[in-house]
Every structure is written in structure tokens, then in C-alpha cells.
């Protein structure tokens, strides 16, 4: 058994948080920089802009996007790791109060109703899974919602199968257009049930931009749903081109006989996603 005080977890979390604010992913970056050579006119221009602002945020250590978006955290917890100190929640919501007001990040979490900032950008968005082991593994994802607005869930039925999951992909990025920012990046939840699905493509949004699911017939949705993105022609910044979408990445579960659920999460171009374990 091992013992954990949260004040660990609530300095990993700073540590995310800081970093994850001013730097794109590696994998974003190497996927813009790709994208940028394949376009011209506009669509150049907008991403070697994106390209520039990138480079300025980690020289300056300024925030990469005003949107420093909801604090996003998912924790694997190992179920042989005792916790001490402070609950969880409150060594989170410690770390991403710190590091939104030591990096001169917006903060953006208000009520739904009165629209009173809490002021820290607090509370974080937290999502637990136990998990074998002694290990304890945060993800950080802040998330902006110039794309998250353009999120969508379905409920298909089971008849309009493996063509109704691609069609609703790409439906969503159409409908949303210029809107999040594109090229944008897409994660996708397959099954579950109503509430699960939609955790599902937050998931997959935490992977490495580019990276395929394990189960061909799921990466096969996801070239499929790519190919038909990038052929909508909306491009870099709603400029047309070659490029809408950098990637679609899908996670899938098992869900009811009855049901279909698919849940889309629109990603803008500002990939920030840090992960440590401890």
C-alpha cells in the first residue's frame, strides 16, 4: 500500500495546468507544421500565423489562446494508493487555482444561471477511475468553448450503424464551420450510455493528435470520418483548403441493444493536453 498526500497531487495539477496554457502538444504542433506546407493563399497564411502565435506563447511563457479555457482533469487512481491530506477535489481545484492566477490565465468558470464568475476558475471539471496498481496518472485538459459549443450527442439507432456514426462526424463539423477555429481536432465517443458516450470523446480528445484506435474497425471510422472532414473544404480558419480537421480520434464501449449513442467533441486547433504520472 502506498500512501499519498494530495498536496502531491494538487502540485502535479499546478504543474499541468502551468504548462499546458502556454504550449500546444507536440503531436499538434508537428500536425499544424505538416498542414501548413500543404496549403496556400489563406489558408497558409492562417496557419503559419497559428504557427507564429505558438512560438511567441512558449518565448514569453504567455497563454497560446485568451481562452484558457474549463480546467479539465481526469485522475487514474491506483486502488492500492491511500490518500491522505486534503480531499481530492479540493487538492485539484488548489492546483488549478494557483496555476490560473500565478500564469495570468482567464478565468472563465461563472454560474449557469446568474452568471457570477467563481473568480479562480474553479471548480475543475474531474473525472476519477480507479485503476489497478500504485501508481497515480493526471490528465490536464483545458477546454475552450468556442469548439466545445459546436459538441453535439446523438442517440441513433442500431440499424443506422458504422455509415450513421461517420455522418454524424461529419455533420457536426459541417454544421459548426469557421466557428471552432479549424482545423480543428475531433473526438468522438462510440456506446456507452448518454452520459458515458460524451466522457468517451472528451477521452479520445487526450490523445496524441494523429494516433489510431487499436480496433481496426474503429480506425477505419476514423480515416473514413477524416477523409470527408477535409473534403468539406471549410480549411484553416474557415479560409477553404485542404485541411478542416487534423484528426478524429474515436474510444468505443460496449452500450444497450436498443441504442446507439454518439457523442462528437470539437477541438479547436490549440491542442493543450499535459499528463504525469506519480
Do not use: W
Amino acid at each position: 500500500m502506498r500512501i499519498l498526500d494530495t498536496k502531491e497531487i494538487a502540485d502535479c495539477v499546478y504543474r499541468l495546468a502551468r504548462k499546458a496554457g502556454v504550449a500546444l502538444t507536440p503531436a499538434c504542433h508537428a500536425a499544424l507544421s505538416r498542414a501548413a506546407t500543404g496549403e496556400d493563399g489563406a489558408a497558409r497564411f492562417a496557419l503559419e500565423t497559428i504557427l507564429q502565435n505558438e512560438e511567441t506563447a512558449l518565448r514569453e511563457h504567455m497563454p497560446v489562446c485568451q481562452d484558457t479555457g474549463m480546467a479539465v482533469v481526469l485522475i487514474e487512481l491506483g486502488q492500492d494508493v491511500r490518500l491522505t491530506g486534503a480531499p481530492l477535489r479540493e487538492a485539484v481545484d488548489d492546483g488549478v487555482r494557483r496555476a490560473y492566477a500565478d500564469g495570468c490565465f482567464r478565468k472563465s468558470i461563472c454560474d449557469p444561471l446568474t452568471r457570477e464568475n467563481t473568480g479562480d476558475n474553479t471548480p475543475a471539471h474531474l473525472h476519477l477511475d480507479m485503476v489497478a496498481g500504485e501508481c497515480v496518472s493526471i490528465t490536464f485538459l483545458p477546454k475552450g468553448f468556442g469548439s466545445e459549443n459546436m459538441s453535439r450527442l446523438v442517440m441513433l439507432t442500431p440499424s443506422q450503424g458504422r455509415a450513421g456514426i461517420v455522418d454524424t462526424i461529419v455533420e457536426t463539423v459541417k454544421l459548426a464551420g469557421s466557428r471552432p477555429c479549424p482545423p480543428v481536432c475531433v473526438g468522438v465517443g462510440i456506446g456507452g450510455a448518454f452520459d458515458s458516450c460524451a466522457f468517451l470523446a472528451k477521452k479520445a480528445l487526450t490523445r496524441d493528435v494523429g494516433s489510431r484506435n487499436p480496433r481496426e474497425d474503429v480506425a477505419s471510422i476514423e480515416a473514413e470520418a477524416l477523409d470527408k472532414i477535409n473534403a468539406l473544404g471549410i480549411g484553416p480558419q474557415g479560409f477553404g483548403g485542404a485541411v478542416t480537421a487534423l484528426s478524429v480520434a474515436c474510444e468505443i464501449a460496449p452500450t444497450h441493444i436498443a441504442g446507439l449513442p454518439v457523442a462528437v467533441n470539437i477541438q479547436c486547433h490549440c491542442v493543450r493536453c499535459e499528463k504525469e504520472v506519480l
